[in-house]
């Protein structure tokens, strides 16, 4: 009996050892990424550039069979840590970094890809096809709480003739990490003193409390709080333009630093970028926020592909420079057929240049 | 007694649980002790959480390297998540009660397998699936019909008046919830009711009881145990729900809430909405914050869990003295 039990003993040992065994085994082919006979990358971040990755990835990878790319529309501050922390190969992100993070991470680089805006949407009946007027303060006060109805004096100054009854405002704010968070509270930042002093501006910042202004998650999000909620105000990337309009919201004309109010088109866009592009320094962070000239659009910026230069193997680092190099070209990613869509702008040829040094940096670890 | 590896095992497996328990609370106190130090009991009183200038210089506050004016009180999100379970459980309970009564008795034989396998599917559905509704169907819902009809009849009371624009909110959150909540609870004091013997019913009925009074008199207090149970069970998954609550919250900070319909957050959800920007502060000091909302969340859970118990055991002890 004695045996017999001992037996059954070593036989359950052995078996827990091949078990074990064959864990080991499971987990150790897991970590070998040089088994797969392709490569997989994963961009994730802005859903801002979501929509527009989603035009590149298909037709890409078409032509590239060898790699495969995943996409994913988090937010442009799950896209910058997610870069850092090796996550994803590609974040995405309508911010750059700011200076003491890229002293605590300094193998971050900003890699602008295309040149997006922002539109300043609102859900006031009757007046959704009239592109009403507000300016930067009066932004600040809505988002401030301080302006807290459509007849507010501010809004009706700006906007004479406009019979605007007094119904309370919604502000609507992102809940998540978000670059159209960070470009938004730039142009309040850079256009009202008071907002700077007081909120300044970030991926996420400490929204003054305003009783009934809400938060919403991405972009989609935004559209569809501020669609089904009547009074509202948003602020949405450009990229969404097909939903703005599905949900009929109204685009504000938005002042910019020369005081004309301007409307977002490829025009207004492309005269703020030509103002600050001879700014723009070898590692690309830079605020296009609120350009001079009279037809500059206030709220434009560099979308970026946020990439750690040190990659785990050069095959990875070859399959990101080369994507990101296709991204860039006239030819390839930036071509109109491409970016008329999500109505962003390629970047100008001496932008495109700086990104194109700054993607020839991805290399792997020990480089 | 020899040891086996069998034994041995168990032994392990079993010590694992409380194990990885102790070490999650480890990590969370010593991961934010710097932050328990920086914040200091105003963490749970201040209403202002602000990561702070996350693009300027950190500034030494305190003997600590933050961001510019950073801050971090958590009261609005302790309300939240206190507010949103306790409505939430305030309608559950009553109607998982309910549900679950009729399923043991007012339902035909035939048809209980059924009944209870919908019941049971409810408690699977991904917490998103339910976000998504909340957010397309029941948000609407309050802003245009439900917050407009309580501000007109009961709107002399302050919580239920003014309305919502959004919908996004307190109740549209703690009904979420409800819906969460209520077939976990329900199948759990069921399968309870199941296990009432033949003879307590038939005593019951034998006094001349009808079936509601049977079912009151003689069901519900043989399995009273499970019904706190059952209930502690509802209110983990309401105090802990992330997803759904972050859909439909409104995502308010800074403010507490002044009406039902007004916009609130949650700890939990709170702690997801925030962990990617407070991943960009070099400083570490919003991660750190993070952490130690997760790990007051945790104490409220222990805390909550623990009157539960102590409530439970003195119901045992009045039955046995009355018997």
């Known amino acids: 009996m004695q045996t017999d039990g001992g037996m059954i003993v070593r036989r359950r040992s052995i078996l827990l050892g091949t078990i074990g065994a064959g864990a080991a085994g499971v987990l150790g082919l897991g970590s070998r990424p040089a088994f797969a006979a392709e490569i997989s990358l994963l961009e994730t971040g802005s859903t801002l550039l979501y929509p527009l990755f989603n035009l590149w990835v298909p037709v890409y990878t078409a032509k590239n069979p060898g790699v495969r790319i995943t996409t994913q529309g988090t937010g442009s501050g799950t896209g910058i840590a997610q870069a850092i922390s090796g996550v994803a190969q590609i974040g995405a992100s309508d911010a750059y970094m700011s200076d003491p993070q890229m002293k605590r991470d300094p193998d971050i680089l900003n890699i602008p890809l295309a040149i997006s805006a922002q539109t300043v949407n609102y859900n006031v009946p009757g007046f959704n096809d009239a592109n009403l007027k507000l300016s930067g303060p009066v932004l600040a006060g809505i988002y401030g709480g301080k302006i807290t109805h459509w007849n507010d004096p501010a809004i009706v100054k700006i906007n004479p003739g406009a019979k605007l009854a007094a119904h309370v405002i919604t502000p609507i704010h992102r809940t998540d990490g978000s670059g159209d968070t960070f470009i938004f509270t730039q142009y309040l930042a850079a256009s009202t003193p008071e907002w700077a002093n007081s909120v300044g501006y970030g991926t996420t910042i400490s929204w003054p409390p305003v009783p009934g202004g809400i938060g919403a998650i991405g972009n989609p999000g935004m559209v569809q709080a501020s669609g089904q909620t009547a009074y509202s105000i948003a602020y949405i990337g450009v990229s969404f333009h097909k939903e703005i309009a599905g949900a009929k919201l109204g685009t504000a004309m938005l002042q910019n630093r020369d005081g004309n109010f301007v409307l977002p088109t490829p025009k207004t866009v492309g005269a703020a970028a030509a103002a600050v592009e001879d700014k723009t320094p070898a590692d690309e962070r830079i605020s296009l926020i609120f350009a001079p000239g009279p037809d500059s659009y206030p709220i434009i910026n560099y979308e970026y592909a946020i990439v750690n230069r040190r990659q785990p193997n050069e095959k990875i680092a070859a399959a990101i420079r080369d994507f990101l190099a296709w991204a860039v070209d006239p030819d390839g990613g930036s071509a109109a057929k491409f970016l008329e869509p999500v109505q962003f702008l390629p970047l100008p040829p001496k932008i495109a240049a700086l990104s194109k040094q700054q993607i020839a940096k991805i290399g792997r670890t020990g480089t | 007694m020899r040891a086996s590896p069998f034994r041995i095992g168990l032994i392990g497996l079993s010590g694992a649980v409380p194990g990885i328990l102790v070490a999650v609370v480890l990590f969370l106190a010593i991961f934010s002790w710097p932050a328990i130090q920086f914040n200091g009991l105003g963490f749970l009183v201040g ?277």
């Open chain 2, 47 to 323: 209403k202002t959480w602000n990561l702070g200038n996350l693009y300027a210089n950190p500034v030494k506050v305190g003997g600590f390297l933050v961001p510019h004016g950073a801050q971090y009180g958590i009261l609005v999100f302790i309300v939240g998540t206190l507010a949103t379970s306790a409505i939430a459980l305030l309608i559950a309970v009553p109607v998982s009660l309910g549900v679950a009564i009729f399923l043991a008795e007012g339902v035909p034989g035939r048809l209980r397998p059924g009944l209870s396998l919908i019941v049971e599917l409810l408690a699977v559905v991904p917490s998103v699936v339910y976000g998504l509704w909340g957010v397309t169907v029941l948000a609407p819902l309050i802003a245009h019909v439900v917050a407009p009809g309580f501000n007109d009849v009961l709107g002399f009371i302050p919580i239920f008046a003014g309305g919502s624009a959004t919908g996004f909110g307190l109740l549209t959150s703690s009904l979420v919830l409800t819906l969460m909540v209520v077939p976990i609870v329900t199948a759990t004091i069921y399968s309870a009711l199941q296990q009432v013997g033949n003879s307590d019913k038939e005593a019951a009925y034998a006094l001349g009881a009808l079936k509601f009074e049977m079912a009151t008199r003689a069901m519900l207090p043989a399995v009273r145990g499970s019904i706190v149970g059952a209930v502690i069970l509802g209110l983990g998954r309401a105090l802990g729900e992330t997803m759904a609550v972050l859909m439909v919250s409104g995502g308010a900070i800074n403010y507490l809430p002044r009406t039902l319909m007004s916009p609130i957050s949650t700890m939990a959800a709170f702690i997801v909405s925030q962990l990617d920007s407070a991943e960009q502060d070099p400083t570490g000091m919003a991660v750190r914050s993070l952490a130690e909302i997760a790990l007051v969340l945790f104490i409220i859970t222990v805390i909550v869990n623990a009157a539960a118990r102590l409530i439970t055991r003195g119901l045992h002890v009045g039955l046995a003295s009355r018997g």
